[in-house]
T-cell receptor, first 112, second 115 residues
Framework: RKEVEQDPGPFNVPEGATVAFNCTYS??????FFWYRQDCRKEPKLLMS???SGNEDGRFTAQLNRASQYISLLIRDSKLSDSATYLC?????????????FGQGTILTVHP | EAGVTQFPSHSVIEKGQTVTLRCDPI?????LYWYRRVMGKEIKFLLH????????ESGMPNNRFLAERTGGTYSTLKVQPAELEDSGVYFC?????????????FGSGTRLTVV
């Protein structure tokens, strides 16, 4: 079983749509959670951290359920520029505090 | 502020040859990381430096890979001898002291092709 699992998609949605991505992680001791975004042939970039209380950044809302080991990302009012691969990322902390564990990514294409 | 710089951006080498990748982190970032993505797989951790010391090298695939960070500034990752399965994109990242999963900046990567 992969440490971080995501639905690879692809998700093809029209502009203005709402789209949700899900992710599960296997290490119950994981301490920090993130969504990264990666454009084609580019480096990953932090989109947002994910907190237990849930957090929002403009059109983006992230949720964490520690009991279910489940993370989600909701994108409202999709823009063409949101087209990218969205990576669910987990950090175990402890002695591996520097190590990020990535999911395989979910591909999103927003079309006119 | 200059970002994380990686060199070369692309490298094509023959199986059995040696390749050295370089990473210049953001100035003042004590933490430096190497990751790689092979075709069709997720990005995977290779190792983590704190200054010049290896904090965690649990992700290094085998002894053909050697990472160094002399003086705690830039880092090199040498693959010797290269095998076909080493092809992929190698990313370097850095973060400020104490960064625990936050504040990472990734370089644009080195695309390595072994033929």
């Amino acid at each position: 079983r992969k440490e971080v699992e995501q639905d690879p998609g692809p998700f093809n949605v029209p502009e203005g749509a709402t789209v949700a991505f899900n992710c599960t992680y296997s290490n119950s001791a994981s301490q920090s959670f993130f969504w990264y975004r990666q454009d084609c042939r580019k480096e990953p970039k932090l989109l947002m951290s994910v907190y237990s209380s849930g957090n929002e950044d403009g059109r983006f809302t992230a949720q964490l359920n520690r009991a279910s080991q489940y993370i989600s990302l909701l994108i409202r009012d999709s823009k063409l520029s949101d087209s990218a691969t969205y990576l669910c990322v987990v950090n175990a902390g402890g002695t591996s505090y520097g190590k990020l564990t990535f999911g395989q990514g979910t591909i999103l294409t927003v079309h006119p | 502020e200059a970002g994380v710089t990686q060199f070369p951006s692309h490298s094509v080498i023959e199986k059995g040859q040696t390749v050295t990748l370089r990473c210049d982190p953001i100035s003042g970032h004590d933490n430096l990381y190497w990751y790689r993505r092979v075709m069709g797989k997720e990005i995977k951790f290779l190792l983590h430096f704190v200054k010049e010391s290896k904090q965690d090298e649990s992700g290094m695939p085998n002894n053909r890979f050697l990472a160094e960070r002399t003086g705690g500034t830039y880092s090199t990752l040498k693959v010797q001898p290269a095998e076909l399965e080493d092809s992929g994109v190698y990313f370097c990242a850095s973060s400020h002291p104490g960064g625990r999963g936050v504040g990472y900046t990734f370089g644009s990567g080195t695309r390595l092709t072994v033929v």
